[in-house]
T-cell receptor, first 112, second 117 residues
Framework: GESVGLHLPTLSVQEGDNSIINCAYSNSASDYFIWYKQESGKGPQFIIDIRSNMDKRQGQRVTVLLNKTVKHLSLQIAATQPGDSAVYFCAENNNAGNMLTFGGGTRLMVKP | DTAVSQTPKYLVTQMGNDKSIKCEQNLGHDTMYWYKQDSKKFLKIMFSYNNKELIINETVPNRFSPKSPDKAHLNLHINSLELGDSAVYFC????????????????FGPGTRLTVL
């Protein structure tokens, strides 16, 4: 599912499978990117970030990939669990000030 | 302990009324923000404050007036509420304002769902 800003795409995966959530960003000057997870009725929660001098960063069960050439960011979740069901947002931060511009979000649904 | 808290969680009011939403953070951060999330889940920044000073005002109508009595609090007052103001409003905080070598992670509150009838 790719975030395009005007609607909320949905990615449905089987529990235990890997998930890949994609995001296209527009500002080639952005140097910091973040993935947030928003569960129903809650505020966004930081998952993982990456700076533009890297193309890959790994966390616990999550990996973020950055392709600056095509301005594309992806979040990979290994062994997806029901608790991973949420809306996922990518955000870009630029040096004009700590202002985050959020993508449109992708809903991840995990089937048991 | 809740890091970023907002009150109220739900707010239902009539068009034309004036209402306030309060936000407090106990993280010792210097910067606080207000975001608006519409029905399509699109999140957009409204304001940011650094050490009680307004830093960013993203073309928000002047019916919206943020107030920061101290750096742990950033309240949002809205005058003459309109139907289009219905949304979920999130407060957030972070330590740094400008991008730098350290993390710029923002911590979000639980949100206030505003419904204007």
């Amino acid at each position: 599912g790719e975030s395009v800003g005007l609607h909320l795409p949905t990615l449905s995966v089987q529990e235990g499978d890997n998930s890949i959530i994609n995001c296209a960003y527009s500002n080639s000057a952005s140097d910091y990117f973040i993935w947030y997870k928003q569960e129903s009725g809650k505020g966004p929660q930081f998952i993982i970030d990456i700076r533009s001098n890297m193309d890959k960063r790994q966390g616990q069960r999550v990996t973020v990939l950055l392709n600056k050439t095509v301005k594309h960011l992806s979040l990979q979740i290994a062994a997806t669990q029901p608790g991973d069901s949420a809306v996922y947002f990518c955000a870009e931060n630029n040096n004009a000030g700590n202002m985050l511009t959020f993508g449109g979000g992708t809903r991840l649904m995990v089937k048991p | 302990d809740t890091a970023v808290s907002q009150t109220p969680k739900y707010l239902v009011t009539q068009m034309g009324n004036d209402k306030s939403i309060k936000c407090e953070q106990n993280l010792g951060h210097d910067t606080m923000y207000w975001y608006k999330q519409d029905s399509k889940k699109f999140l957009k920044i409204m304001f940011s404050y650094n050490n009680k000073e307004l830093i960013i005002n993203e073309t928000v109508p002047n019916r919206f007036s943020p107030k920061s009595p101290d750096k742990a609090h950033l309240n949002l007052h809205i005058n003459s509420l309109e139907l289009g103001d219905s949304a979920v409003y999130f407060c957030a905080s972070s330590q740094l304002l400008a991008g730098g070598p350290g993390t710029d992670t923002q911590y979000f509150g639980p949100g206030t769902r505003l419904t204007v009838l």
